[in-house]
């Protein structure tokens, strides 16, 4: 029997299975190019989703394209992607946890903003066997600013929204899905992820607790 509250869990990727590669991938381009960090990551952001690379319609090379156009940054796809995917380091302790869940009959599944990149990391870091599911925006054709992405992933997990966690670094992303009844999680670092997830899984929370 599960001593989790959650029947499921969904996390996000980058920013919580892993380092945030794409954010420190973006300020690194941004140093090199002499461009205000922030900045630049805002604008890569919106030229991710206007392109539709991020979900899938749109090619990467046109993506790169727009963003050298409109921000005047140098470097090739090859060397701007390289130095976004080296950023994404597995976090062993999170996968730890992750095998925690699954010991006590969690179902485990990825949701992720992500674009092909994430299968090549699976290919290089090989993590997807961890999870039943990877929902990846560029497959699915939706991102996580739309609401109706969380009914869509509850539906083919058949499962009502209270016993799905959601985990991700993103407020927003959190808060829409806080909105159509999932319990979440807003990840703001190790320890007080740790001390969250222990309330809602008691019977974890000492094997949680050496992993502070």
């Not at 470097?75 to 130095?83: I, M, P, Q, V």
């Not at 995917?85 to 062993?92: C, P, T």
């Amino acid at each position: 029997m599960s001593s989790c509250t959650p029947k499921a869990a969904l996390f996000d990727f980058g920013g919580v299975i892993a380092d945030e590669g794409f954010r420190n991938g973006l300020y690194e381009i941004a140093r090199t190019n002499g461009l205000d960090e922030e900045g630049f990551a805002a604008k890569t952001r919106d030229i991710i989703h206007r392109t539709g690379y991020i979900t899938g319609t749109g090619s990467e090379a046109f993506f790169w394209e727009t963003l050298r156009g409109e921000t005047g940054i140098r470097g090739s796809d090859d060397e701007l992607r390289n130095t976004i995917l080296k950023g994404f380091n597995l976090r062993g302790w999170m996968l730890e946890v992750i095998g925690l869940l699954k010991s006590q009959g969690v179902r485990l599944a990825i949701l992720s903003d992500q674009t092909n990149w994430l299968d090549e990391l699976q290919d290089k870091l090989g993590f997807f066997e961890h999870f039943e599911r990877v929902f990846n925006s560029y497959h699915i054709g939706k991102t996580k600013l739309e609401k109706s992405l969380f009914l869509d992933v509850l539906d083919v997990m058949q499962l009502p929204p209270r016993d799905v966690l959601f985990v991700d670094d993103t407020e927003g992303h959190v808060r829409r899905a806080a909105e159509v009844g999932l319990v979440t999680i807003h990840y703001r670092g190790r320890e007080d992820f740790l001390k969250r997830l222990s309330k809602l899984c008691p019977g974890l929370s000492r094997d949680l607790g050496r992993l502070y």
